[in-house]
């Protein structure tokens, strides 16, 4: 089982900064892929970014250059740094853990709302 709790969320506005973090207990050693997702009012969940235990990380096109995924392992913790945020960016972020049986793990979310 793998934990992940969540945290940084809240209001900025447009073209502010945020840093979400994740952090992760459980059986870490298990997990081989950490993201981000995220979801609107409305709207299906979709990926932000991933990393690899190898510390690849990848992107989607529209926050590609704005936000940046990391991770301590030091802390077992994920971040989500998300710079010139935009309207848009307005969603509930959740942290994904996928461990090598290929199931997958959910944080609760964290609101990120983005005032224009």
């Known amino acids: 089982q793998v934990q992940l709790v969540e945290s940084g969320g809240g209001v900025v506005q447009a073209g502010g900064s945020l840093r979400l973090s994740c952090a992760v207990s459980?059986?870490?050693?298990?997990?081989?892929?950490m993201g981000w997702y995220r979801q609107s009012p409305g709207k299906q969940r979709e990926l932000v970014a991933t990393?690899?235990?190898?510390?690849?990380?990848n992107y989607s096109d529209s926050v590609k250059g704005r936000f940046t995924i990391s991770r301590d392992n030091a802390k077992n913790t994920v971040y989500l740094q998300m710079n010139s945020l935009k309207a848009e960016d307005t969603a509930v972020y959740y942290c994904?853990?996928?461990?090598?049986?290929?199931?997958?793990?959910w944080g609760q979310g964290t609101q990120v709302t983005v005032s224009s």
């Open positions: 994904q853990a996928i461990n090598g049986f290929g199931r997958d793990y």
């Open positions: 459980g059986s870490i050693s298990s997990v081989i892929v």
């Open positions: 990393i690899t235990r190898g510390d690849m990380s």
